[in-house]
C-alpha cells in the first residue's frame, strides 16, 4: 500500500488505532534461535563487521586467525537466519548477540506517516513509542522511511547490530512488513538475531478470500483473521458478501435486500480501517450477473426466465435495464465504504450461458444483443457488454476491476475491457479456456486455483478440504488451473493468488472450525506467494515451526 492511499484512509484507522496496538495476532509469532542470546554485549571483533559479515571501513582486519587464548570480551559465532513465515529472502550473518525486548527501549521513526506502524510494535513487544527522534539510545528500534526510487514498494531491509534494530524500506509497507519479520523474531522471549535480513514478495498480490454470504461470520471473528493475515504479510481481504442465500452488508440505497444477519456498515469500516493498518486492501465482491438470488428475493422483477417461462437461479435478465441500475446503485454506494484500488464483478455461473443453446433458450437476450451490437451477436456478447459495463462504474471510482475467468468468452465480436483482470479458478466450464488463453491475449491473472487453494465447507462436488502440506510441495503461482504450471515466460503476468473459503453448505463448520482448519493452508500459501521456489524447509519443519507460534 502506498503512502498516498494509507494516508487517505488515516481517518478510517484512527477509529481503532487506540484499540489495536497491543494485539497479537493468533498463532503468529518465531521461537528462540540459538547462538549468543545471553550475551549482554559484543566482541571488539564482532563489533568492527558490518552487516554484510564483512570488515567494517577503517577497522583493523588481523593478519590472520584469531587466537584461542582467552580474552575479557566474550565471542559470539555467526547468527543463524531468522525463521519466519513467510520465509526471508537473504539474510546475511555476523558476530554478535542480537537484539530482544526490554521495559524502556524505544520505537522511533523518522516520519510521522509511521505512527501506526511504531505503536503497533511497541505495543506488541512492551516497547515505548517515542515517534519521531533524531537521537540515538541502546536498543532502539528505529522505522524508516527511505525513498528507495525503482524498489518493490514491499520491500525492507532490517539491520540488527549493536544492540539495536533498523528496520528501513521505500514505502510504509515495507517497513510493517520488517516489523512483522522482527515480531515473529522474538517471539515467546527470543532474540532477534544478529545480520542484516533483506526481503521483498515475489507477488504483489497475496490474499484471502471470504465468502459471508452463505455462512453469517461475526465481524470479530473477520478482524481476528486481519490480524492474523498481517502478522504472515498477506495484502488482500476478499468479501464476497452477496449471493444466492444471502446479502451481507448494510445498504443504504436498497435496504430491502440486507438479510437479517449482516454487517453494519460501522462494523465493516472497523474491519477495513483495522485492515489498512495491517496494509492489507479490502476487496469487495458483488457477483453478477449471477449469484444474485438475495437481490432478486425482493426484486423478483429482474429474474431471468427462459422462453417456456422457467426461472433461472439466481440470475438477473439483463435485457432488462432495472437489472443494471440496482447493481450500479450498489457497486456506487459501497465505493464509499471499500477505499482500496481493486474490486471483484464476478461474473462467473451465469445461468444463461451455463444452457448448450442460449439463444434459442432465452430469446429476449438474443434480441437484446442484436439491438445492441448488430445481427450475428449472441448472449455471450450481450453478456459481455454488461462486464465492460459494471466495469465502467467501478473504473469511474478508481478501481481495478477483476472478474472470474468463465465471465470471459472466446471468439465474441464484443472483447472484455483490456484491464480487467482474470481471477483464474476454474476449468469445468461450459467451454472451458486454458490459463494460456488469458496469458497469451496479455491479461493479467490472479491464482485461485480450485484444486489447491479453494477450502468449501461441506466438500460438494469432488472438493475435499486443501491441506498446507500439498500447497506447499506441489503449488506455485504459475499452476494456475489442475497440478500443471503454465510457462516461466508468463511469470510477471501473474499477480499472485488467493486462498479461498467458500461455504456451499454453512452449517458443515463453525467459524472456530474454519479458523483452525485454513491455519497450515494460510501459512502454506503465502509462503509460496512470497517466495515460489523450493521452501529451505521440509514440511514437518515447517508445520513444527508454525505449531512453536501458537
Not at 526471508?88 to 509511521?114: F, I, K, M, Q, S
Request: glycine letters at 10%; hydrophobic letters at 35%.
Amino acid at each position: 500500500m502506498s503512502q498516498h492511499r494509507k494516508r487517505t484512509e488515516k481517518q478510517a484507522r484512527g477509529l481503532i488505532a487506540g484499540a489495536v496496538v497491543v494485539t497479537v495476532a493468533v498463532g503468529v509469532g518465531l521461537g528462540l534461535w540459538a547462538g549468543g542470546d545471553s550475551d549482554p554485549a559484543g566482541s571488539a571483533s564482532s563489533q568492527a563487521e558490518s552487516p554484510l559479515g564483512g570488515r567494517a571501513e577503517g577497522s583493523r582486519a588481523p593478519s590472520r586467525a584469531p587466537s584461542p587464548t582467552p580474552s575479557p570480551t566474550r565471542s559470539y559465532p555467526l547468527s543463524a537466519t531468522p525463521r519466519t513465515i513467510p520465509a526471508v529472502r537473504a539474510h546475511t550473518p555476523a558476530r554478535g548477540p542480537g537484539w530482544r525486548p526490554a521495559p524502556g527501549r524505544r520505537v522511533v521513526v523518522n516520519d510521522a506517516g509511521l505512527a501506526d506502524e511504531g505503536r503497533l510494535l511497541a505495543g506488541e513487544l512492551g516497547l515505548t513509542y517515542a515517534g519521531q527522534k533524531d537521537d540515538i539510545r541502546a536498543g532502539d528500534v528505529r522505522l524508516t522511511v527511505n525513498g528507495g526510487k525503482g524498489a518493490n514498494p514491499e520491500s525492507y531491509r532490517m539491520t540488527v547490530r549493536g544492540g539495536r534494530v533498523a528496520i528501513s524500506g521505500p514505502d510504509d509497507a515495507g517497513v510493517f512488513y520488517g516489523t512483522r519479520t522482527l515480531k515473529q523474531a522474538v517471539h515467546g522471549g527470543g532474540t532477534a538475531p544478529e545480520g542484516v535480513v533483506r526481503d521483498e514478495p515475489a507477488k504483489p498480490v497475496r490474499g484471502f478470500l471470504l465468502d459471508i454470504a452463505r455462512k453469517n461470520f461475526t465481524a470479530g471473528w473477520i478482524e481476528d483473521r486481519v490480524r492474523e493475515l498481517g502478522d504472515l504479510k498477506f495484502n488482500r481481504l476478499q468479501l464476497h458478501f452477496s449471493d444466492d442465500q444471502a446479502f451481507r452488508i448494510e445498504s443504504d440505497s436498497h435496504p430491502e435486500i440486507v438479510s437479517a444477519q449482516h454487517l453494519t456498515k460501522a462494523q465493516v469500516k472497523r474491519i477495513v480501517a483495522l485492515a489498512a493498518q495491517r496494509h492489507i486492501t479490502v476487496v469487495p465482491e458483488i457477483d453478477s450477473p449471477g449469484h444474485l438470488g438475495a437481490v432478486i428475493a425482493a426484486h423478483p422483477e429482474l429474474q431471468l426466465r427462459s422462453g417456456a417461462g422457467n426461472a433461472a437461479r439466481g440470475a438477473v435478465d439483463i435485457s432488462n435495464p432495472a437489472s443494471a441500475k440496482i447493481v450500479d446503485d450498489l457497486l456506487n454506494e459501497y465505493a464509499g465504504l471499500f477505499p482500496g484500488a481493486d474490486w471483484h464483478l464476478g461474473g462467473d455461473e451465469y445461468r444463461a450461458l451455463m444452457v448448450s443453446d442460449p439463444e434459442a433458450t432465452y430469446p429476449q437476450l438474443a434480441a437484446a444483443a442484436r439491438k445492441a451490437y448488430g445481427a450475428g451477436a449472441t448472449v455471450e456478447d450481450l453478456t459481455t457488454g454488461w462486464l465492460n459495463d459494471r466495469a465502467d462504474t467501478v473504473r469511474a471510482h478508481g478501481r481495478a476491476p477483476i472478474a472470474w475467468n468463465d465471465g470471459f468468452f472466446r471468439a465474441t465480436s464484443v472483447r472484455a475491457a483490456d484491464d480487467i483482470q482474470v481471477g483464474y479458478w476454474t476449468g469445468k466450464e461450459i467451454g472451458a479456456r486454458q490459463p494460456v488463453e488469458y496469458l497469451s491475449a496479455g491479461r493479467k491473472v490472479v491464482n485461485y486455483n480450485d484444486k489447491f487453494l479453494y477450502y468449501v465447507l461441506g466438500q460438494p462436488n469432488q472438493f475435499s478440504y486443501p491441506t498446507g502440506q500439498r500447497i506447499y510441495e506441489e503449488w506455485t503461482p504459475r499452476v494456475l488451473r489442475g497440478t500443471t504450471a503454465v510457462p516461466s515466460k508468463y511469470d510477471s503476468q501473474i499477480l499472485g493468488g488467493y486462498f479461498a473459503v467458500w461455504c456451499d453448505f454453512p452449517n458443515a463448520q463453525t467459524q472456530d472450525q474454519v479458523a483452525a482448519g485454513i491455519r497450515m493452508p494460510l501459512r502454506a500459501t503465502v509462503q509460496k506467494l512470497w517466495d515460489p521456489g523450493k521452501p529451505a524447509l521440509t514440511w514437518t519443519r515447517f508445520k513444527a515451526l508454525a505449531d512453536r507460534l501458537s
